[in-house]
């Protein structure tokens, strides 16, 4: 119950400004034209070829970072939005609740609503001849899998945010950025640095997409993860993500035991 309402809190908190359709519009031509501008450089760079498994590679990379973006980016100012615009936090606090559910339901709403542009992008894919192979069961194992990664970087955000002043939106993308440069999003794992690689293989991120590839276009590209097959990276992205869920709900316990003693659970840096 507490999840729900916290997703139905999430969707009013960000589209009760204009009407249903304005906002879903709003929210997918955004993130859509910021992959499109990827694919016009792109284009621009390779002196007009739109072809190629490094193509194939970006786009898909590229949409479904979207959903690892669009969420951390707007859970990154969840606490500070509750403690210093709303002035809600030490109410939510005394409810008969646990804000850190809370904080799973507006996580998982705002997973929801980057789907939205996600689907967009796979369609327009179809306009570049991008050859997918889609396996529906494996597309919804990955989409499962995702959203328990995603949500446990979006509280671990939460939780050092509840320690710091209003900068939740520059960590949000400095933390989204890591995922971006080390994941296999755009850049294929070999290209980078032996120690970049060896830290990318820590990540469940780094296994997430390497999933989205296997299950949209039905084969591995990138030649270091092409050497685990598919059933190793689900377990491993699975034992990863239930390790960063356990270091998520860990630094949110211990940054509220902070907060608390310091005194600034509720704290407002006013500027």
């Known amino acids: 119950m507490v999840i729900k309402s916290s997703m139905w809190l999430e969707y009013q908190i960000e589209a009760n400004w204009t009407t249903p359709f304005i906002f879903f519009l709003y929210n997918t031509l955004k993130p859509v034209g910021s992959s ?4 016009a450089m792109y284009y621009v760079v390779t002196g007009g070829f739109l072809g190629g498994d490094a193509l194939y590679f970006l786009y898909v990379g590229n949409a479904f970072y979207m959903l690892v973006s669009q969420t951390l980016f707007n859970v990154g100012w969840i606490v500070h939005d509750d403690r210093e615009h709303f002035q809600v936090l030490k109410y939510l606090y005394i409810s008969p609740m646990s804000y850190f559910v809370y904080l799973i339901g507006r996580s998982a709403m705002r997973f929801l609503l ?3 542009p996600l689907t967009v992008l ?3 894919g179809l306009l570049i001849h991008v ?8 597309l919804a194992l990955t989409f499962v899998l995702g959203w328990v990664f995603i949500i446990s970087a979006g509280l671990l955000l939460c939780g050092i945010n509840m320690l710091t002043a ?6 949000g993308q400095a933390f989204a950025g890591i995922f971006y440069l080390l994941s296999g999003v755009i850049f294929p794992l070999h290209i980078l640095p ?3 690689t060896s830290f990318s293989l820590l990540l469940p991120s780094t296994y997430w997409f390497s999933l989205v590839r296997r299950s949209v276009l039905g084969t591995e590209i990138d030649t270091i993860m092409g050497t685990y097959s598919t059933v190793e990276v689900c377990l491993l992205l699975m034992v990863l993500s239930a390790t960063f869920f356990g270091l998520s709900y860990a630094m949110y316990r211990f940054s509220d035991y902070l907060a ?4 600034i659970l509720d704290m407002t840096t006013t500027y």
Request: net charge positive; hydrophobic share 50%.
């Open 131 to 138: 050859p997918y192979r889609i396996d529906p069961l494996l």
């Open 260 to 263: 608390r003693k310091k005194g």
């Open 36 to 39: 499109l501008l990827l694919l």
């Open 166 to 171: 209003r900068h939740g939106e520059s960590v």
């Open 114 to 116: 980057s789907l939205v």
């Open 194 to 196: 032996s120690w970049a």
């Open 122 to 124: 796979i369609f327009l």
